[in-house]
C-alpha cells in the first residue's frame, strides 16, 4: 500500500530551525515527483516546495525562498525540507505529496498521494 509519512513538526522559535523529513513507502519513490504543502488555520492548502524525481529540478514558493530547502534521498525513500529562519506565519499543517510523473509540481491539483501531515508551529 502506497503511504506518504511525514515527521518532524514541532514548536519554534521564531529565527529557529527545523527539518521535516516525508518516507515513502509501497512504491518505487525514485519516478516521483514530491511537493511539500501547509495548510495554516483558516487559508487555503499552498505549495511550498517541490523536487522532481531525479532530485536535478526545484522549485519554492516565494514566501520561502531563501529560507527553505528541499531534497531527496532516494536510497532512503525519503524527502526533506529544511527550514531556517522561520516566521510566525510560517505556522501550519505541513504536508508532502507524490505525483506520478517524475516532473515537480507545487499545484494540488497535479498531487495523486498525500501525507497525514505534521504541525509545525513558530511561537515564541
Known amino acids: 500500500q502506497l503511504q506518504l509519512v511525514e515527521s518532524g513538526g514541532a514548536l519554534v522559535q521564531p529565527g529557529g530551525s527545523l527539518r521535516l523529513s516525508c518516507a515513502a513507502v509501497?512504491?518505487?519513490?525514485?519516478?516521483?515527483?514530491i511537493g511539500w504543502f501547509r495548510q495554516a488555520p483558516g487559508k487555503e492548502r499552498e505549495g511550498v516546495s517541490c523536487?522532481?524525481?531525479?532530485?536535478?529540478?526545484?522549485d519554492y514558493a516565494d514566501s520561502v525562498k531563501g529560507r527553505f530547502t528541499i531534497s531527496r534521498d532516494n536510497a532512503k525513500n525519503t524527502v526533506y525540507l529544511q527550514m531556517n529562519s522561520l516566521m510566525p506565519e510560517d505556522t501550519a499543517i505541513y504536508y508532502c505529496?507524490?505525483?506520478?510523473?517524475?516532473?515537480?509540481?507545487?499545484?494540488?491539483?497535479?498531487?495523486?498521494?498525500w501525507g497525514e501531515g505534521t504541525l509545525v508551529t513558530v511561537s515564541s
Open positions: 509501497g512504491f518505487n519513490f525514485n519516478y516521483y515527483g
Open positions: 523536487i522532481s524525481g531525479s532530485g536535478g529540478r526545484t
Open positions: 505529496a507524490a505525483r506520478r510523473s517524475s516532473f515537480c509540481s507545487t499545484d494540488i491539483y497535479a498531487m495523486d498521494y
